[in-house]
């Protein structure tokens, strides 16, 4: 992993590179913001790049999973990983659906694996939450747990150093 990392370092320029490793799932900004930092960027340029990466994909998974999923679900070989991974996230959902907006901040804010941006907008599209409601927490909860990164980061570093 840390060659391909390295690799994309290499093709693309740093800041590049962070904002689209933010935007990948799993990894988001929890991953690129440590990536950046390590790379020579300063915790706060690594935490704007990092957020505007993983914000990015939102709207687009917002608008696009439901259709996306459906049209997948009518396949016999992405029938079963559909369903396994609707299931995984609104097993995650409770939270969400007891305080709305608030519990998808808080969700998209814990800075632990299986939460972030990624899952935080599956649920948000398979509970249909609407945008005007989704959009602003998923930001929120993921401005949340940058400032939250950006401080282990940087306390990291200072160590380090």
Known sequence: MGELIQEIFNFLSVETAVILIAALPIIELRGAIPIGVSFGLSPL????LSFIGS???VPIL???IRPAF???KKTKLFR???ERLTDRS???SDKIQKY???GLVLFVAIPLPGTGVWTGTLIAALLNIRFKWAFPAILFGNLIAA???MTLSHGVVNVLS
């Open 45 to 48: 340029h690594s935490t704007i």
């Open 55 to 57: 914000i990015a994909v």
């Open 62 to 64: 917002l608008f696009g």
């Open 70 to 72: 459906d049209l997948l």
């Open 80 to 82: 079963k990983t559909i």
């Open 90 to 92: 609104l097993s995650k």
């Open 100 to 102: 709305g907006a608030w």
């Open 147 to 149: 400032i939250l990164i």
